[in-house]
């Protein structure tokens, strides 16, 4: 097979591949924990976070895909195995714990707020020390998915409360009365 020539060297595409399996596995994590919560959600939200967490579910599901083979378009392996993703992951499982609707809404988007944050650090990585704007891209994109995805997931934490909240996150009608 011919040597890959892509203008970035073994070095820095290992190093992208590295960041790269790090996406994939937390990507992964998430997305077995999107599938679980989608078969355990009871009570009143069921059926809507049954639907939206289907929809996330695939999402996530094509998003490994293409993590995968960005991973070996750059002449790599992606991480493929259970004991890989749980030792490549900043993703915390959650085994044998099923906690109410609102608590997996809220452990979704902590999870899905910690891959933003690694994803940002990675795409500027990605761009400025290992000099790949492709991959920087790539995964620029997957982290503007992300965000919607936790601002879905916000916003219904946040329809939890039928009291306004300001950006503090203080009661509205508190600062209201006191003005």
């Not at 009871?42 to 998003?63: C, I, K, M």
């Not at 085994?95 to 933003?116: K, R, S, W």
């Not at 990605?126 to 998915?145: P, S, Y």
Request: a negative charge; charged letters at 25%.
């Amino acid at each position: 097979m011919p040597k890959l020539n892509i203008g970035l060297s073994t070095e820095q595409r290992e190093s992208v591949i590295d960041l790269l399996n790090r996406d994939l596995s937390d990507t992964y994590l998430v997305l077995i924990k999107t599938k679980k919560y989608h078969w355990d959600v009871v009570g009143p939200q069921f059926r809507s976070l049954h639907t939206l967490w289907d929809e996330h579910y695939e999402a996530l599901s094509a998003n490994v895909d293409a993590i995968a083979e960005r991973v070996r378009a750059l002449g790599g392996y992606p991480v493929g195995t259970a004991k890989g993703f749980l030792s490549y992951a900043s993703i915390q499982e959650h085994a044998g714990d099923i906690p109410t609707a609102y608590g997996m809404v809220q452990n979704l988007l902590t999870d899905h707020e910690l891959v933003i944050r690694n994803l940002r650090d990675h795409v500027d990585q990605c761009d400025e020390k290992f000099g790949d704007a492709g991959t920087a891209d790539f995964l620029t994109g997957l982290m503007e998915q992300h965000e919607q995805i936790a601002w879905m997931l916000r916003s219904f934490i946040e329809g939890e409360s039928i009291v306004p909240t300001d950006k503090s996150g203080s009661d509205v009608r508190v600062a209201v009365k006191s003005k």
